[in-house]
């Protein structure tokens, strides 16, 4: 969501407290660094480029556009902390400076200050109410924070500014989602995927949608489109078999969470759902080997110990079955008990 540097006219500024033929030699000086600055960044040589505006704020601390230009490149450089000190410091200057507060907010916001952030975007808002990006971010803290119906007012805006923004469409159906209007919800998610056909985030929304709906054949079909068009994404296929081990189709469940682990080799909840599947059709030592990796990854997590126990006994290991029933009892899964009851009283 970062844009190109902006160039505005040249700013003149008067003061009168030393001498002013120093002072407009200082400043023509710094107003060099930053014409080189410029130079430098539309020749994409960032790192010159920040020290050419570092240059020119040393001279002249008041740079207004050096300033808003070197926090452009921080933020490229995803330095958010030094991003937000530089905005913060324009807007001690120059608070109506065009767009400041929205860059300063994305920093905030990216850096995890959703608050800060939130207000920042608002200030923005407030000075320049047509710009699409303060109105989306607002609605995308808004949605984060579980607060639906104030995201969709923001979402909504952003559209209004900007129809060809697809994320807000998407965004906005995610909202509606939410607050159990499906039929809006795929109203907006369609639109975005008009607008944005090959984003497979979109075609895996509107499959959540449907399968929440039940209506697991269309949800099959959008799984398989946002496959297509990300062929490795061990998210999407860990996902796609959830559905299919939900209804029941545990070859297919296991087919998709084998091919997610095999995309990512330590996706912790494909791993833990192959093995899930492979209990399910009876593959006891290929589970086991699952479950362990799991374990490997997250020791306390107590339904793997419960998924263990479960494969030991049908492979007639009752000992270790019962440790591992106990030790799931221990991570706090009580639904383990009527088996220790049963099978492990000795």
């Known amino acids: 969501m970062i844009r190109a540097i902006f160039l505005f006219s040249v700013y003149i500024y008067i003061t009168f407290n030393s001498s002013p033929f120093l002072h407009a030699q200082s400043f023509s000086e710094a107003e060099k660094h930053y014409q080189n600055g410029v130079s430098l960044y539309q020749e994409k040589k960032d790192q010159d480029a920040l020290a050419a505006f570092n240059r020119a704020i040393a001279i002249n601390p ?51 200050d959703m608050h800060e952030a939130f207000l920042d975007f608002e200030k923005d808002i407030a000075q320049n109410s047509g710009y699409f990006e303060s109105y989306y971010y607002a609605g995308l803290i808004k949605a984060i924070l579980d607060e639906y119906e104030a995201a969709v007012l923001y979402l909504k805006n952003s559209i209004h500014n900007n129809p060809d923004f697809s994320s807000s469409w998407h965004d906005l159906g995610v909202c509606y989602w939410k607050i159990n209007q499906p039929d809006s919800a795929l109203f907006f998610v369609r639109n975005a995927i008009k607008i944005s056909p090959s984003q497979p985030l979109f075609s895996y929304t509107l499959a959540k949608i449907f399968e929440s709906q039940l209506a697991f054949e269309k949800a099959a079909q959008e799984y398989d489109r946002a496959l297509l068009l990300s062929a490795s994404d061990p998210f999407i296929k860990n996902s796609y078999g959830a559905m299919e081990f939900g209804t029941g189709n545990y070859h297919k469940a296991l087919e998709l969470f084998s091919e997610a682990v095999s995309d990512s080799a330590t996706y912790y909840p494909a791993i833990v759902n192959k093995g899930a599947a492979l209990i399910r059709l009876r593959r006891y030592e290929e589970a086991l080997v699952e479950i362990d990796k799991a374990i490997a990854i997250q020791p306390n997590e107590g339904v793997l110990y419960m998924n263990k126990g479960i494969a030991l006994e049908n492979l007639f290991m009752w000992e270790d079955a019962c440790i591992s029933w106990q030790k799931a009892l221990t991570l706090g899964i009580k639904k383990v008990a009527p088996y220790l009851e049963k099978l492990c009283k000795n």
């Open 62 to 112: 008041n740079h207004e556009k050096a300033l808003y230009n070197r926090g452009l490149i921080l933020i490229k450089r995803k330095q958010f902390e030094l991003a937000i000190e530089n905005y913060v410091r324009l807007t001690q200057i120059q608070p109506t400076f065009p767009k400041v507060w929205f860059y300063l907010g994305y920093s905030r916001l990216q850096y995890g």
